[in-house]
T-cell receptor
């Protein structure tokens, strides 16, 4: 198993540009999520999905869109990038989405995004 | 309120020293889960351990051990005979069972451990 994979590893954007951060997992996990990591603020939940076709907002969803058309993929879209979105983005997955009862979440390697 | 506090921002030790990373949590839930993750300089987040609130047994895995005390709301992590490869940022995290928005993990700020040869 490749586990959780993310592409790209690093991206530079100009303010106003759009892009999609890709996330895929091959563990047949129901639950997938996106976090952003900022210095001094730990990791914060952006969006999550408990299964294909179901998504919901996390703690800091503004400026980001998600969709979940398949179990394997959970892309994160920035429609109009802003410097405040400069961060490291992590995708995570866990086996059970429906229960949301403390399942271990496994993280991808992260994407470093710089918005100028 | 739900919160995880890792008061130690940075710790520096010499190889072979023992080191304890502190984690204190706050939760309104009676059922919850605690985690430790390691983030080495390469940047990925590596899962280390998961404990539920009903299991207060301490756990040992090689040089790693964890001390969970509900009475003090703490879940501390000890590395025995530290090695240079242990240098990383370590995160403690909390997941509440019932008052939980979207399976959110609540992370502490992290403790950066530097092990010098």
């Amino acid at each position: 198993n490749a586990g959780v994979t993310q592409t790209p590893k690093f991206q530079v954007l100009k303010t106003g540009q759009s892009m999609t951060l890709q996330c895929a997992q091959d563990m047949n996990h129901e639950y997938m999520s996106w976090y952003r990591q900022d210095p001094g603020m730990g990791l914060r939940l952006i969006h999550y999905s408990v299964g294909a076709g179901i998504t919901d907002q996390g703690e800091v969803p503004n400026g980001y869109n998600v969709s979940r058309s398949t179990t394997e993929d959970f892309p994160l879209r920035l429609l109009s990038a802003a410097p405040s979105q400069t961060s490291v983005y992590f995708c995570a997955s866990s086996y059970s989405g429906a229960k949301l009862r403390g399942e271990t979440q496994y993280f991808g390697p992260g994407t470093r995004l710089l918005v100028l | 309120a739900q919160k995880v506090t890792q008061a130690q921002t940075e710790i520096s030790v010499v190889e072979k020293e023992d080191v304890t990373l502190d984690c204190v949590y706050e939760t309104r839930d009676t059922t919850y889960y605690l985690f430790w993750y390691k983030q080495p300089p390469s940047g990925e987040l590596v899962f280390l351990i998961r404990r539920n609130s009903f299991d207060e047994q301490n756990e040992i895995s090689g040089r790693y051990s964890w001390n969970f005390q509900k009475s003090t709301s703490s879940f501390n992590f000890t590395i025995t005979a530290s090695q240079v490869v242990d240098s990383a940022v370590y995160f403690c995290a909390l997941s509440e069972a019932y008052y939980n928005q979207g399976g959110k993990l609540i992370f502490g700020q992290g403790t950066e451990l530097s092990v010098k040869p």
